[in-house]
C-alpha cells in the first residue's frame, strides 16, 4: 500500500471512530438526560428525595447565613428573617439537582473510568451545591434590598450560571481526562490507530 492510500485509509477510519463515538455519546446522553428528568417528576421521587434534599439545602443555608446574620430561620424549604419577616421558598429548580442531571449524564455517557466518573461527578456535585448557596443566601439578601433586582437575578442570571457551572465542571473534567489516561495507561504501547496502520 502506498503511503498517500495509507494515510487516507488512517484518515478514514478516524473520522468513522470519532463519528461512532459522538454518536455514542449523544444517545446515552439523552438516555439518561430523559431518564433522571422523568424520575424527578414522579411523585414518589418528589416526597423521597426532593423535598428532603431541598430541606436540607435550606437547612444548610441558614447554618451559613447564622454565622453572621443570627435573625434567619428555616421551616421546610423557607428561609425567614424573624424580623422584617420576608422570606424566600426554595422549590423545584432552585436545589441545584437539574445542573447535577445534566453533569451526570453528560460525565457517564463519555467513554472514559468508571473511578473516574465518579470522581468527577462527586467534584461536580459539591461545585454545583456550593455555587447554588451562593445564589440562594444572595437572593435572599436582595429580595429585601430590592424585588426587581431579586425576580430578575432568580429568573435569569442565576439560573444560567448554574447551568454553566456544571458545563464548566464537565470541561474540566475533559482536560484533566487525558493526562488520566496517560498516568494510567501509559504511552509505550501502540494505540489504536497505530495498530490499523501497522496492519495496513
Known amino acids: 500500500m502506498r503511503l498517500g492510500e495509507r494515510s487516507g485509509t488512517m484518515g478514514a477510519v478516524r473520522i468513522n471512530l470519532r463519528s461512532c463515538h459522538m454518536l455514542r455519546f449523544f444517545v446515552i446522553f439523552s438516555v439518561l438526560l430523559i431518564s433522571f428528568f422523568t424520575l424527578e417528576i414522579l411523585q414518589p421521587t418528589e ?9 436540607l439545602v435550606a437547612d444548610v443555608s441558614v447554618w451559613i447565613v447564622t454565622l453572621f446574620d443570627g435573625n434567619v430561620v428555616a421551616s421546610g424549604n ?15 429548580g432552585c436545589n441545584g439537582l437539574e445542573a447535577v442531571i445534566i453533569l451526570f449524564s453528560a460525565l457517564f455517557a463519555f467513554p ?13 456535585f459539591f461545585a454545583i451545591q456550593g455555587l447554588n448557596l451562593v445564589r440562594i443566601i444572595s ?7 430590592n424585588y426587581t433586582a431579586f425576580e430578575w ?5 442565576w439560573q444560567a450560571l448554574i447551568i454553566l457551572d456544571a458545563l464548566v465542571v464537565w470541561l474540566i473534567w475533559l482536560k484533566k481526562l487525558p493526562a488520566y489516561k496517560r498516568k494510567h495507561h501509559g504511552d509505550d504501547g501502540p494505540g489504536p490507530m497505530q495498530a490499523v496502520a501497522g496492519q495496513a
Open 139 to 145: 437572593l435572599f439578601y436582595m429580595g429585601q434590598w
Open 153 to 157: 437575578f432568580h429568573l435569569y442570571l
Open 112 to 124: 472514559a473510568p468508571f473511578r473516574y466518573k465518579v470522581i468527577g461527578f462527586v467534584i461536580g
Open 47 to 55: 416526597k423521597y428525595v426532593i423535598l428532603p434534599f431541598t430541606a
Open 78 to 92: 423557607v428561609i425567614r428573617d424573624s424580623v422584617s419577616g420576608f422570606g424566600v421558598r426554595i422549590e423545584r
